[in-house]
């Protein structure tokens, strides 16, 4: 008996999803075969709004760049503040491997044709991958500046991109996230912040599907749901890393005040604005902790 296939509207899954992975992957390898050392990379980082700096982070060499445009089936962003590059440099003599901007689903595309350069990446051998964000602190305490430890996360986007056949060669179907944000990389990273001299806050990171930014009784929902802070990424990155199964943290900017109580609209602009604040801090906390990842 034939058994049913699922109805995607995107079309990018099973075998697809697996050529683009592979397809895109190809790519990546023979572009790293110019550097030997650059390999076989086993740190990953996805960088998000206004925090392409942290690739200062690598080495000065050896360095390879190369345009989302020129790997075949990747979703390329047009929102300010990504600039679309993969980057591959060393840092602490580790290869390393970064993702300097991210297109995101609510641009039009699904969540697995926004993880398809992640899962080639992820592909490669990466083992440790680090996922950023800038985010509207929900918590009251939370203040434009801050630096969020994500200890957790709810998904709450409408999507998730293991929908579908699964891909066996890459992960289980049913994937655990009981501890998705790996404890012991969390605990090295509040040591690696407290060497930077940097405060790290621990907290609930929300993924919705944007655009627009939330109403208020969308964030009086978020902070009875124990919700630290919100954005409209890494979740999805997340679940995929987990599917590969890579050691997962994660941080987030606090760009912007999301409390019900909060004066006057969000504006991207302000997130920008904001960014650069929180991005020195972060870009301090890994200074620390890339040595000791791997």
Known sequence: MEVARPSLPDGVYGAELA??????AGVLRAWLAQVPALVNPRIGMVLGSGLGGVADLLDPEPRLSLDYAEIPGIPCSGVAGHAGR???????GRAVLIQSGRAHPYEGW?????????RACLSLGIETLVLTNAAGGIHPELEPGDVMSIADSLNLSGDNPLRGPNLDDYGPRFVPMTDAWDPGLRRAA??????AGVTLRDGVYCMLSGPSFETRAELRMLRTLGVDAVGMSTVHELLV??????????????TNKATPEMVGEVTHEEVLIMGPMGAARLTSILRQLLPELG
């Open 241 to 254: 890393a987990r599917h590969h199964g890579a050691r997962v943290v994660g941080f987030s900017v606090i």
């Open 110 to 118: 699904s969540q697995r044709e926004t993880t398809v350069l992640l």
């Open 19 to 24: 050529r683009r992975v592979d397809a895109a």
């Open 190 to 195: 509040h040591a690696a912040a407290g060497r």
């Open 86 to 92: 993969l980057i591959a440099g060393t840092a602490s």
